[in-house]
Every structure is written in C-alpha cells, then in structure tokens.
C-alpha cells in the first residue's frame, strides 16, 4: 500500500514538473486585451517574465529597457525562495478593439497572500510615464474604498488602444511564489464566494481536529497525539494567514498580523512535526541520542516564531528548512526500518501512508517554498492535499485507538475493584490469623517463663534449649504484632486514640523498659526538652521500639542515642542515632517501603516492616520522618511532630515552680500533675 501511494505520488509529481505543457498553458508573449478588460480569467503568470540576475533596479522606469536575456519565464519556473531583494516582473500589453470579448470591469488578483509589499505599474511603451498604478500586500494599509478580499485585489483600469508595460515589483520576507490572474468582475465575485466557503470549513476542521485530539492526548497521556494535535494547530495557523483570512480580520488593528501568524504557524509546524514523528516512531525509548537531537531542534525550530515579522525570518527558513526535509526523511526511513524489524504489515503499513505521504507532501512544499521545485498545480496543491489526506487517516487510527483505550480502561477498571475486594480479603485474612496466633503464643512465652523459674538448676543444655523457645517465640509474637499494626495502618477505617502525653518522660520510660528487657544494648537519652504531644502512646511505643529494634539487629554492639528538641514552630524534633555502618546509598531511598530488605540485610532476621509501619504512625500523627547517613556511618532518623503550645508552656512554668519532672502519667486538659 505504502509502495504503491508513493509510486503514484511520485509519478504525478514528474509529470507535474516534467511532462509535457499543453498549449493553454505555453508562454505568451504578449497579453492582448480590449479596452475594458478581458471577459474571461486570464492566467497573468503566462505573460509575466521575472528579473533573474543581481542587477540593481531604482524604480519601475528601468525595467522595460533591461535585455530580455536576464529575465526568465515566471510559468511552471522554480521561484527566488527567500531573498531579501526586491523581485521585478513585466509583461507587454497591448490594447487592441475586440468587440465581441469586451467585459465590463476586470480586477487583478496577486497571491500569495503573505507577500508585503506589491507595487503594480502599468507603464507606456516608451516607459516614460505611469498610465497606473497600484500598491497593494499584506503590510501596506487598505486604502478607503478598497476591494476587501482574501487575497490582494485591485481594479484594472481602462486603457486607450496601444502597448504598455506591465511592471510589478515585490518585496517580501516570505517564499516568493507568486501567483497572478486577471478576472472580470463576475469571476471575481464567483471566485471570492467559493474561496471564502472552502477555506473557511477548511479552517473550521483543523480547530475541530485540534481541540478533538487535544483533549484526547490530555486524558491519554500520549504525548504523540498531544503533538499531532499541536501540528494540527500549527496548520491552522498556517491556513488562517495563507487563505488571507489573518489579514482581512487583524490588518486594520495590526499590518504584521497576516506575517506574524503565518511565520509562528510555520515555525511550530516544523517543530511539531519533528516532535510528533519522533513519539510515533518510539525514538525515545529505542535511540536516546537521536531523539535528543530531535528535541533540541524542535525547540529551535519553534522558537523561530520570534523572526516572523522581521527580514530576520528569511535567515531563519534559510537555516531550517532543508535540515527539516532531512530530519523528515530520515524519521521516514526509521518507521519502514521498524516496521520491516517488528513484521506489523498492517499497521506499519497504515502508519506509512498516514504520515509517510503528508511527510512527502510537506518536504515537497519545503522544496518549492526554498525555490528548488518550480511553482505549478502539483506542487501548490500537494500540501494541502496530503494533509487532508493524513487528517481522515489519522481520524481513522484514532477512533481505533480511543475504542482500544476505552476497553482498556474498562478492563483497568475491573482489575482494580477485583484488587481491591481481594486486598480487603487479605487484610480481614491477616487480621483474623494474627489475632488466633496471639492466644497460643502466650500462652507459649509464659509456660517459657514459668518453666524457667522452676528449672534454674536444671543442665545448661535444658535452659539453652528453654532460652531457645522463649527467643523465638518473642520473634514470632513481633512479627505477628507487625503484621497485625500494617494491616490496622492499611485499613481505611484506621483512626488513633490520642492523648496529651509528656514527652520527655515518655522517652524515659521507654528506655528504661528497653534496657530492662534488653540489657545488652548500650541506649542512652541525651537530650529531652519538656514537650506536650498528643500521640496514641500504644502505636508511638512500637514506632520508637522499631527503630531500636533495627539498630540492635543492623549495628549489634553500636551506643545507640536518642535526642528530643522542641522548636519554636510548632514542632519537636526527635533523633534516633546509632553508631553502626550505616545503610548503603542504593538502599536509602527504598527502605521506608513495606517488605524491602537491604542487600546488607539477607543474613538478618525479619521481614522489611519495621521501618516502614514506624513512617505510617509518624505520617497518623500528622509528622514526618527522614533517614540519613554520615559521611563516616551511623544512621539518623529524624522525626518530626507537632506539640502542643499550650500545655507545653504550662508544663514548663510547673516544673520551673518545683514539680517533679519524672512523672508519666497521662495530662488531661485542666488537670495539674
């Protein structure tokens, strides 16, 4: 399919260019006309003879005395491109009685649309004086009873018998493809009715492409269609200056309206391109360094919207267009290489007509715009044809793709409540199980500890194997109470049971249990300001235990300190130091995830929980908690509460007046210690 498109492109391309011109459309030499104007539409461009070489001209007096071998045809010729030099055309007129062809007016009609500035003499023969004349482009400003028009329209006059010279001269930062007609009036309104219906539908589809496959990349997330619907755009903008509709509208208000529109639409046609084909033909997954250079130009090209009302432009399409065919051809070659690799005929082959032939299209109007392709119908038209025809192919695929998305969705939808029900099931599962362990697992500990105090002079080998039972149930009973706090922690139901508690003997306290219960571990309070937080003393109890926990298990043997300072925002920082190795750079930002063990961690008892449920009751706190390592080892975990300033003032002035500063009880609102 793909083959034969571009077969039949290519074929009508060099016929376009190469084939043979009938005789309506050979050059003339001279454009013989009545009095009063022709009565049908004439083809000027058959005429007109265009300056080719260097030569500097003042004013239109000294072209009809320049030798006829530095001019050249203007039909089906390639044009100047981008030049900042002054274009001169002529033709010989001459103005013979022709009754029976004679209309009532005639208008001349000069495209394109983006050219600025257009002077049109009619000279006589002798070229020694202006019969008339005409100033006319899209910076000059429409004078009061001026034809208003897409395109730039102006009324031929009525000349006596005799020849003349027809001079016009151009100036412009755009492409120099120019376009003449001379139309009797009755063409022209005919011409203007239908011009002005097509191009306005023409404008109206790609706004409706636009916003369609906008919202559609927005709630994709694909970014491919969010830059197809930016190039849509850019051909909006493009067409809204090129039909001449930006000139008509914003002309009275702004004369670099029409050059500002069509060079941004020309600028963000090129980069969105670039960007669109790169995301279709996956460059940023499978080659980084292309893609790079991808993006890099695209931003470039884009930003050449900056130029579009200045001579600067011409530099500019100088600079990108012929890398833009280039990148163009070679995305081109990248998407046949692909779809030769992945052996997707269809869509490959899909992919290829309904962006492969409006990438040639676009490369062949880049070609004419730059003046290496000569300007004829094929190659004036083929843009605009190859981009309706990428606009209902891509419609196509993308109605496709929406219909796949939805029933992706639909099916997404469907797992997740199916996830959802079974991770309901599992936590009610680990729950109900946690709980039934609890029952036998004390049951285990205390006969341990009974049987303990009646076997004191029983054999070494028996209290061993008595210690051996009691150390491994302690473990299994921790884990149980791990997994039953996540999955209390999980469940949306999940509320804590606070209360105003003094910090700073709550520490205290729970050192102390910690060195009864283990004797071994060197744990010390070094600072503790007098702080009021309201916490749930159960869920902070096992957090803070956890984090000793993990300093016995990853640093046995480390001093172990721990600090609580009060800030003066609202917050009381507490750290949990220890004096181990530290955790390794590559585990540091996974180890708050449930079931992540460390590389260091594999001949260590447990699970990856203990860490990870402390940050749950810190974050049910309204706090936060951050690990860090020294450059030397050791690993600080900071916590971050909020306290109460109240009752931390009252606390404060109480102790100052002679209160004990030990106690722990529970502070309730209006009570003294």
């Known amino acids: 399919m793909f083959l034969f498109a571009m077969l039949i492109v290519t074929a009508s391309g060099i016929f376009a260019v190469y084939g043979p011109k009938i005789a309506a459309h050979e050059v003339a030499k001279t454009l013989v006309l009545p009095p009063s104007g022709p009565a049908e539409v004439i083809n000027l461009n058959r005429y007109l003879t265009r300056l080719v070489t260097d030569r500097k001209v003042e004013s239109a007096f000294k ?65 020694r004086q202006i019969i008339w004349q005409e100033h006319l482009g899209d910076r000059i400003p429409r004078a009061k009873g001026g ?57 109206g589809v790609l706004l409706l492409a636009f916003g369609i496959y906008f919202a559609f990349g927005v709630m994709s997330g694909d970014r491919s269609v969010l830059w197809y619907s930016g190039y849509i755009f850019a051909l909006f903008l493009i067409s809204f200056g090129v039909t001449g509709y930006a000139q008509l509208i914003f002309k009275p208000f702004w004369s670099l309206a ?10 963000f046609a090129l980069g969105t391109s670039i960007m669109m084909w790169s995301y279709m033909t996956r460059l940023d997954r499978e080659n980084r360094p292309l893609f790079r250079i991808m993006v ?7 930003a050449g919207f900056l130029t579009a009302t200045s001579d600067w432009y011409i530099l500019y399409a100088k600079v990108f267009f012929g890398p833009q065919i280039f990148l163009l051809a070679v995305l081109l070659i990248n998407l046949m290489y692909r779809g030769y690799r992945q052996k ?19 490369m062949a109007h880049l070609l004419l715009l730059i003046g290496w ?16 025809i990428q606009l209902v192919l891509v419609a196509i695929a993308m109605a496709y793709r929406t219909y796949g998305v939805i029933n992706r969705r639909v099916d997404a939808l469907a797992s997740a409540q199916r996830a959802d029900q079974l991770a309901s099931e599992q936590r009610t599962f680990i729950t109900m199980l946690s709980h039934e362990f609890r029952t036998p697992l004390a049951i285990i500990q205390r006969s341990a500890e009974i049987l303990g105090l009646h076997l004191q002079k029983e054999p070494e080998s028996v209290l061993n194997r008595l210690s051996t039972i009691q150390s491994n149930a302690r473990q299994l009973s921790g884990l149980v109470d791990a997994f039953l706090t996540k999955e209390t922690l999980d469940s949306a139901t999940f509320t804590t049971t606070r209360e105003a508690v003094a910090f700073d003997a709550f520490l205290r306290d729970l050192i102390a249990q910690r060195q009864r219960e283990v004797p071994g571990q060197n744990i010390s309070l070094i600072q503790s300001d007098v702080v009021i937080v309201e916490i749930d003393r159960i869920l902070m109890e096992r957090a803070l235990i956890n984090l000793i926990e993990n300093a016995r298990k990853y640093a046995p043997g480390a001093a172990v300190w721990i600090s609580a300072e009060r800030a003066a925002n609202g917050y009381v920082y507490i750290r949990v130091v220890d004096e181990g190795p530290g955790i390794a750079s590559d585990d540091l930002q996974n ?15 447990g699970v990856g929980l203990g860490l990870h449920l402390t940050k749950r009751i810190i974050e049910a706190h309204d706090g936060s908690l951050s690990i860090s390592v020294g450059e030397e080892g050791g690993t600080t975990i900071l916590i971050k509460l909020p306290y109460d300033r ?5 606390r404060n002035s109480e102790s100052r007046a002679g209160f004990p500063l030990g106690y722990t009880e529970t502070l309730h609102d209006g009570e003294r210690p």
């Open 373 to 388: 392709l000569p300007v004829n119908g094929f190659t004036t038209s083929i843009f605009a044809l190859s981009s309706f």
């Open 147 to 203: 034809q208003h028009n897409l395109s730039h329209v102006a009324e031929w006059p009525k000349l006596s018998l005799g020849e003349y010279w027809l001079v016009i001269e151009v100036n412009t930062n755009s492409a120099h493809v120019f376009e003449a007609e001379l139309l009797p009036d009755t063409a022209l309104i005919t011409k203007s009715g239908s011009n002005s219906f097509i191009k306005g539908a023409t404008l």
């Open 646 to 650: 109240d009752m931390t003032v009252l």
């Open 591 to 605: 180890v708050l995830n449930a079931f992540y063990r460390g590389r260091d961690s594999v001949k260590i008892q």
């Open 63 to 127: 072209i009809p005395s320049i030798a006829e071998s530095e001019f050249a045809s203007v039909l089906e010729a390639r044009g100047p491109g981008y030049t900042d030099r002054t274009i001169w055309y002529r033709a010989l007129v001459k103005i013979v009685d022709q009754p029976g062809r004679t209309g009532r007016s005639a208008f001349i009609d000069i495209g394109q649309v983006y050219l600025n500035d257009i002077e049109i003499s009619i000279l006589s023969n002798d070229a």
């Open 344 to 362: 997707h005929t269809f869509q490959m082959s899909y992919l290829m007509v309904a962006l492969g032939v409006p990438t040639i299209g676009a």
């Open 296 to 302: 890099g130009y695209s931003v470039l090209a884009m």
């Open 258 to 267: 029409s050059d500002f529109v069509t060079g941004t639409g020309t600028a």
